[in-house]
């Protein structure tokens, strides 16, 4: 279990693999929900999205698994639909088609595999306070998210009545009790428990509609381009935007798996391989309809709190999300979860995500430099962002490049202060001051 070549006999994987499984389940299903649900797409498009990103959780974890030649980190770390591109698609798709969202997604994985072609010179570029920093701000940008599906979902004729915000309280609390107090698996599948015990109630409720899951076929092949292409440049240029914060994450997370899971500093061809089939499966995705995937930062945690490293333990839990996707009852079982109840499960994602950025930002000294690029990054992030009369008069492009989402810009400032102020470490800073003091006593 502890070799990263290992094969361990199945009966210890498998409860080692659910671990990894009922970690990344939740965000891989929820997010092609969110924003199927945001975009307007139709229940069976949702469907769609559901099982076609179950499918490229699968792939893409066993590309980083056992790669093919240089695509692929070979390292133990999962991958599947993230939440890193949810702020800039709903803000790029409005207006825009599902179509014009992968065909940014193609471009903007060919960026991934140019930036992680390009490691070794751009490493230098995103250290930890640039990182941490972006994964802040994208986890501050979705809160509006779970509070909308809390109260009921956006749109929704009973949108927060005291039933949703029950439900949705109800969840949050049994996620909250299962990670506080409970111990070993039951623990670490807080989340997924807090749905289960959440759509358990709203059965009991009578506020779940079956209608999708009788209409779903039993299995289903993917079918290349379900949803079509085409090609707009300001949401292009927005993906690619978004594609370098991904890759910035990526780097983060395939660093932590060496350093937490395997007690060694990541070699620049493991970043570079990662990077560059991260790219190669966000293509792949964009041609049979799969949203884009990045690395889960909780099994990464997993990895690095057990120790078990064994590819062969993570390639079981890829096979099943794999397998799940062929079978469209399952998606349709997922898109009944009433968005009260994903709510108040998503929400404490979210905030891990945000706390997960904290992490990294303190990882580094909290020098006057590094306050800086963190306090406007964020302020101007989310201060633009949350004020749209303000971006009245921007040009249209820049309205839809900027638009809803903080992360673009939190990245755009805190990637330009990062190189443009001196590094000064808290010594050098307090090494000034004491020279100022001295100058002036003098």
Known sequence: ?????????????????????????????????????????????ITLLVQYALIIAGIST???????????????????????????ILSAGKGYSLASIFGA??????????????????????????????????GLSLYPIAINYMAGGAGSPNYASLQNWG????????????????????????????????????????????????????????????????????VIISMIIISIVNAVQTIGDLSATTMGGMDRSITDKELS?????????????????????????????MVSMNKVISRYVLGIAAIFMLLSGFIPKFGALMTTIPRSVLGGATVSIFSMITMTGIKLIISEELSSRNITIVGLAVALGMGITSVPEAQVHFPSFAKLLLGDSPIVISTIVAFVLNIAIPNKSLEEEAKERKAMESKSTN
């Open 1 to 45: 279990m502890f070799d990263i070549n290992g094969r361990p006999p199945i009966l210890k994987c498998l409860p080692l693999s659910l671990q990894h499984i009922l970690a990344m389940i939740v965000g891989t299903v929820t997010v092609p929900i969110v924003v199927g649900g945001a975009l307007g797409a139709t229940t069976d498009e």
């Open 62 to 88: 066993l590309i980083q698994l056992y790669p093919i030649g240089n695509v692929g980190a070979e390292l133990p770390i999962i991958f599947g639909v993230g939440f890193t591109y949810v702020p800039t």
């Open 105 to 138: 997604q193609l471009i903007g994985g060919f960026t991934a595999i140019v930036i992680g072609l390009s490691i070794k010179r751009i490493r230098k570029f995103f250290p930890n306070i640039v990182a941490g920093t972006v994964v802040f701000t994208i």
């Open 167 to 234: 439900l949705a309280a109800f969840t949050l609390l049994v996620v909250v009790g299962f990670s506080q107090f409970a111990k070993g698996y039951v623990k670490l599948a807080a989340v997924f428990l807090g749905i289960v015990f959440g759509y358990i109630m709203a059965l009991f409720m009578g506020v779940i509609d079956f209608s999708p899951l009788t209409k779903a076929g039993w299995f289903a092949i993917p079918i290349p381009l379900a949803f079509g292409l085409s090609f707009d440049l300001s």
């Open 273 to 301: 391989n990662g990077v560059v089939g991260s790219g190669v499966v966000t293509m792949f995705g964009a041609i049979f309809g799969a949203l884009p995937p990045s690395s889960y930062s909780q099994n990464v945690g």
